[in-house]
């Protein structure tokens, strides 16, 4: 079957045929779409906040990751590394595997990785998580004048007011605060990322990028 360069919706449809796959549904349908897109790499990611983040690095950095064979796979979870590891890494699609994980779940991934024949290497290691990373890049002052340029800073006042908040070191309440409403860490993970300098990603994000 000849290859073609994936539209957004078709790298959208990848994505779900994945996450149907991974609940329980057929494997035929991610199978078709990865091999007419030619895929060979899946960022496996925990959710979607990381994702908004890789894609707007993606654009700062002028990359189609899709039209490059990869495909950006939010999990929904940590704890769903194995099961997308089985149906995406050897046992299934035999595709590359990389992405980012937290350094509290690193054995958890290790473990689910070698259970599925796929090398742990190419796996980046955030510190808390991504967010923490981005936010400790930026320094707390930058990062709230993006809350502040995006309307929230009136919430995040609110919210270091709160008893069970005050007292805790700055970069702690903007990472909590960032996932105190529904998709604030969506929203957010995008406006960090733009914030910065393209070459200027944290460490565990950037080495990620050098393996793509």
């Not at 890494?89 to 990785?113: H, I, K, S, V």
């Amino acid at each position: 079957m000849a290859q073609t360069r994936p539209s957004p919706a078709e790298t959208v449809a990848l994505r779900d045929a994945v996450a149907d796959w991974a609940s329980g549904g057929p494997g035929g349908p991610a199978r078709e779409l990865a091999v007419e897109h030619g895929v060979r790499t899946a960022v496996l990611l925990e959710g979607l906040s990381d994702l908004a983040a890789v894609e707007a690095l993606a654009a700062r950095r002028g990359r189609d990751l899709a039209a490059e064979g990869v495909c950006v796979v939010p999990m929904g979870g940590a704890m769903s590394v194995g099961r997308y590891a089985g149906l995406l890494g050897p046992p299934g699609l035999g595709l590359r595997l990389t992405g980012l994980c937290d350094e509290r779940e690193r054995g958890y991934y290790e473990r689910a990785l070698t259970r599925a024949g796929a090398p742990s290497d190419p796996f980046f290691v955030c510190v808390a998580d991504l967010e923490d990373e981005l936010i400790r890049a930026l320094g707390p002052a930058r990062v709230e004048d993006i809350i502040r340029a995006a309307g929230d800073l009136r919430a995040w006042t609110t919210f270091q007011s709160q008893p069970a908040h005050r007292g805790r070191p700055r970069e702690q309440q903007l990472r909590r605060f960032l996932g105190t409403k529904k998709g604030r860490k969506i929203r957010y993970g995008r406006l960090l990322v733009d914030a910065l300098h393209p070459d200027q990603a944290p460490s565990p994000l950037n080495d990620l990028f050098t393996t793509l």
